[in-house]
């Protein structure tokens, strides 16, 4: 991997965050010939990126809210990411089942209307409203892959088999998986690939206009080091941090501001038999997922609470919890309990503070602000869904290719990122073929690194004609092969970063078998190497 060039070269652009927005942006730039810098305080995805729901999806529930080009633009964008990364994002159904009780999620719009011309219905979500939306849900953003909603009968069907009698009818319509993490890692692989310098543990501390330019200070967080780095234009992509950054960091006058809301997530041992996923309304309006999550777990979320500061590290509070299983058991044959929880995870979203007067009103949609006031200019980015990242990062080129006059256009659309060179429908071809070329491989691990790596999987085992050849085994098949690719191409530098980010391993392996695996990486020249500018 490329280190920051030494030399008192000045970047076209410094981007603050290796969340996906700002992985997004640095790759989109370079890919135009940009010269870029990206620099991430902890590891990439450590934050929000890493801990969503893990769904590209169009946001059925934003439709009652009214936020028509926001879902649109999702709809369109999910074919369009799912032909890039055939690896890390493959197709789901979604189960939602219906019952006459359901209600709005608090004062929508669609609910407000719906009292004044339908006030029989006290604030319940009629089948034909919820058939209405799945219409325009299949429709909006336009499909070639995904296939269309359809009308379930539930009982003595696999899907009405865990639910409660009650559910006779439900929805079933087409949304995509993805796996976050590893989306920010592909991006920022390839924005380095096109020329970028990442860097990560490498800690922004002041930013100030000197003429027509920044002169950013950064500190490297594993050794210590401090430098500065010029650039023409700054990208703050810092996600719940981009407010402190435009306060603290870089101290412009600014009325923009960010909105913090946490959601967090359980984690169960698997509570059905089937790969679709069930969209859940409750008594309150909101709404949750269960996800089929790594092979033998269920995922289950979201919650929506506001979160005041983001140096306070967001997790699942026992209220969260006890909320989801809660709203779970009103579904499930069979009651969960807290014992069943397996792992939780919390994130905080960074919402555009447009005024709304809940944390699940608030708008889901991004919002970019130039301000070159002062000098050389800087991008403010708020908001964002994962499914819009890269329509995201076009449309801050488009505010950022004015000051740079020349600069080529759109290109990110359907160009695969790292090992996503197979078709949508290869996935199960690929797994065959490199089982088949290393025959040691067992069926969960060669799904695995398919999963992961794609058509690089042939990379990370090349040469070894057996298990002994990969070196040192951590548990759950991961190798000392695997981690040094992780560490010489991927960003890894702890025991963390790997089996919670780069994979899901940590919900199968030990304790101590992670503590091994960090003893092995802190005798790595690579893992002790944050690529801070020098």
Same mark, same amino acid.
């Given at each position: 991997?490329?280190?920051?060039?030494?030399?008192?070269?000045?970047?076209?652009?410094?981007?603050?965050?290796?969340?996906?927005?700002?992985?997004?942006?640095?790759?989109?730039?370079?890919?135009?010939?940009?010269?870029?810098?990206?620099?991430?305080?902890?590891?990439? $995805?450590?934050?929000?990126?890493? #801990?969503?729901?893990?769904?590209?999806?169009?946001?059925?529930?934003?439709?009652?809210?009214?936020?028509?080009?926001? /879902?649109?633009?999702?709809?369109?964008?999910?074919?369009?990411?799912?032909?890039?990364?055939?690896?890390?994002?493959?197709?789901?159904?979604?189960?939602?089942?219906?019952?006459?009780?359901?209600?709005?999620?608090?004062?929508?719009?669609?609910?407000?209307?719906?009292?004044?011309?339908?006030?029989?219905? &006290?604030?319940?979500?009629?089948?034909?409203?919820?058939?209405?939306?799945?219409?325009?849900?299949?429709?909006?953003?336009?499909?070639?892959?995904?296939?269309?909603?359809?009308?379930?009968?539930?009982?003595?069907?696999?899907?009405?088999?865990?639910?409660?009698?009650?559910?006779?009818?439900?929805?079933?319509?087409?949304?995509? !998986?993805?796996?976050?993490?590893?989306?920010?890692?592909?991006?920022?692989?390839?924005?380095?690939?096109?020329?970028?310098?990442?860097?990560?543990?490498?800690?922004?501390?002041?930013?100030?206009?000197?003429?027509?330019?920044?002169?950013?200070?950064?500190?490297?967080?594993?050794?210590?080091?401090?430098?500065?780095?010029? #650039?023409?234009?700054?990208?703050?992509?810092?996600?719940?941090?981009?407010?402190?950054?435009?306060?603290? &960091?870089?101290?412009?006058?600014?009325?923009?501001? /960010?909105?913090?809301?946490?959601?967090?997530?359980?984690?169960? &041992?698997?509570?059905?038999?089937?790969?679709?996923?069930?969209?859940?309304?409750?008594?309150?309006?909101?709404?949750?997922?269960?996800?089929?999550?790594?092979?033998?777990?269920?995922?289950?979320?979201?919650?929506?609470?506001?979160?005041?500061?983001?140096?306070?590290?967001?997790?699942?509070?026992?209220?969260?919890?006890?909320?989801?299983?809660?709203?779970?058991?009103?579904?499930?044959?069979?009651?969960?309990?807290?014992?069943?929880?397996?792992?939780?995870?919390?994130?905080?979203?960074?919402?555009?503070?447009?005024?709304?007067?809940? $944390?699940?009103?608030?708008?889901?949609?991004?919002?970019?602000? /130039?301000?070159?006031?002062?000098?050389?200019?800087?991008?403010?980015?708020?908001?964002?869904?994962?499914?819009?990242?890269?329509?995201?990062?076009?449309?801050?080129?488009?505010?950022?290719?004015?000051?740079?006059?020349?600069? @080529?256009?759109?290109?990110? $659309?359907?160009? #695969?990122?790292?090992?996503?060179?197979?078709?949508?429908?290869?996935?199960?071809?690929?797994?065959?073929?490199?089982?088949?070329?290393?025959?040691?491989?067992?069926?969960? !691990?060669?799904?695995?690194?398919?999963?992961?790596?794609?058509?690089?999987?042939?990379?990370?085992?090349?040469?070894?004609?057996?298990?002994?050849?990969?070196?040192?085994?951590?548990?759950?098949?991961?190798?000392?092969?695997?981690?040094?690719?992780?560490?010489?191409?991927?960003?890894?530098?702890?025991?963390?970063?790997?089996?919670?980010?780069?994979?899901?391993?940590?919900?199968?392996?030990?304790?101590?078998?992670?503590?091994?695996?960090?003893?092995?990486?802190?005798?790595?020249?690579?893992?002790?190497? @944050?690529?801070?500018?020098?």
């Amino acid at each position: 991997m490329s280190q920051a060039n030494s030399s008192p070269k000045t970047y076209d652009l410094f981007v603050v965050g290796g969340g996906i927005n700002g992985c997004g942006i640095a790759r989109d730039a370079a890919g135009r010939g940009m010269s870029v810098a990206l620099a991430e305080m902890n590891d990439l $995805a450590s934050a929000t990126s890493s #801990a969503s729901t893990k769904l590209f999806h169009g946001g059925l529930r934003y439709l009652e809210y009214f936020e028509i080009n926001l /879902v649109r633009h999702a709809l369109a964008e999910r074919e369009v990411l799912l032909s890039a990364m055939p690896h890390i994002s493959w197709p789901m159904r979604f189960v939602l089942p219906y019952h006459k009780d359901m209600r709005f999620e608090g004062d929508t719009p669609t609910s407000r209307i719906l009292n004044v011309i339908m006030p029989w219905m &006290k604030g319940r979500r009629p089948a034909w409203l919820i058939r209405f939306g799945l219409l325009l849900y299949d429709n909006l953003g336009g499909r070639k892959i995904l296939p269309a909603t359809k009308t379930l009968a539930l009982k003595g069907s696999v899907e009405g088999a865990p639910l409660e009698g009650r559910f006779e009818k439900a929805y079933e319509y087409s949304d995509c !998986w993805i796996e976050d993490s590893r989306l920010v890692v592909l991006n920022a692989r390839d924005a380095e690939a096109r020329g970028a310098d990442i860097m990560v543990r490498t800690k922004v501390t002041s930013a100030a206009r000197v003429e027509d330019h920044w002169e950013i200070t950064v500190e490297d967080t594993q050794g210590g080091g401090v430098k500065s780095i010029k #650039a023409r234009m700054l990208i703050n992509a810092g996600g719940p941090w981009v407010g402190d950054i435009i306060q603290q &960091k870089v101290r412009i006058n600014s009325t923009e501001g /960010v909105r913090l809301v946490r959601g967090s997530h359980i984690v169960t &041992k698997r509570l059905y038999d089937h790969d679709k996923c069930y969209f859940f309304q409750g008594t309150d309006g909101r709404i949750i997922f269960a996800i089929p999550y790594e092979t033998d777990f269920t995922l289950i979320g979201t919650t929506d609470a506001e979160h005041h500061d983001p140096s306070v590290k967001p997790e699942c509070t026992a209220e969260e919890q006890a909320y989801l299983i809660n709203f779970i058991n009103q579904y499930l044959k069979k009651d969960i309990g807290p014992d069943d929880v397996v792992w939780t995870y919390s994130g905080v979203r960074p919402l555009y503070d447009d005024g709304a007067s809940s $944390a699940t009103a608030a708008t889901r949609d991004y919002t970019l602000k /130039v301000d070159d006031t002062g000098g050389a200019p800087i991008l403010n980015v708020f908001g964002g869904k994962i499914t819009t990242y890269r329509k995201l990062a076009e449309d801050a080129m488009d505010k950022i290719v004015p000051f740079f006059p020349g600069t @080529s256009g759109h290109w990110t $659309a359907g160009v #695969a990122l790292p090992g996503g060179d197979f078709a949508v429908d290869g996935f199960d071809g690929l797994v065959t073929r490199l089982r088949g070329d290393f025959p040691f491989l067992s069926a969960f !691990w060669g799904r695995r690194l398919v999963r992961a790596y794609g058509t690089e999987a042939w990379d990370v085992l090349a040469g070894a004609t057996d298990e002994a050849d990969l070196g040192q085994s951590f548990g759950a098949s991961l190798s000392a092969r695997e981690v040094l690719w992780l560490i010489n191409n991927e960003y890894a530098r702890t025991a963390e970063d790997i089996v919670w980010r780069r994979n899901k391993l940590g919900l199968r392996l030990k304790t101590e078998e992670i503590a091994a695996l960090d003893e092995f990486m802190s005798t790595q020249p690579g893992a002790q190497d @944050s690529k801070a500018a020098e």
